[in-house]
């Protein structure tokens, strides 16, 4: 079955950065589109960015355009989130998702079938 699981999610200061980490199985990780979320104490599930499969399009919310930035190693089955300049905002659970078919083209919006146990990013000094 599809598994997702991520890591890198910790304790930084304000101003630095992280890369977090979605390993997967259990799909054509090539061809799926794949996405990462976000959930802030208190607050809905937000979507941050997702790729497409098959050299598909990169896809960016207007909270992750500029400071974030999704990449894929299909070599790996993994995909990063690299956050940058981060800021107590930013605390939340950190998901990572990906669809039941396979798809070139992504959004945040619209259904994700598929998600990890989330990993925890704090921000704080």
């Known amino acids: 079955q599809v598994q997702l699981v991520e890591s890198g999610g910790g304790l930084v200061q304000p101003g630095g950065s992280l890369n977090l980490s979605c390993t997967s199985s259990g799909f054509a990780f090539d061809d799926h589109s794949i996405a990462w979320f976000r959930q802030r104490p208190g607050r809905e599930r937000t979507g941050l960015a997702c790729i497409g499969g098959s050299g598909g399009n990169s896809f960016y919310a207007n909270i992750a355009r500029g400071r974030f930035t999704i990449a894929r190693d299909n070599s790996k089955k993994t995909f990063y989130l690299q956050m940058n300049t981060l800021n107590p905002e930013d605390t939340a659970i950190y998901y990572c998702?990906?669809?039941?078919?396979?798809?070139?083209?992504?959004?945040?919006?619209?259904?994700?079938?598929?998600w990890g146990q989330g990993t925890q990013v704090t921000v704080s000094a």
């Open positions: 998702a990906t669809r039941d078919r396979p798809g070139r083209t992504c959004s945040v919006t619209g259904p994700w079938h598929h």
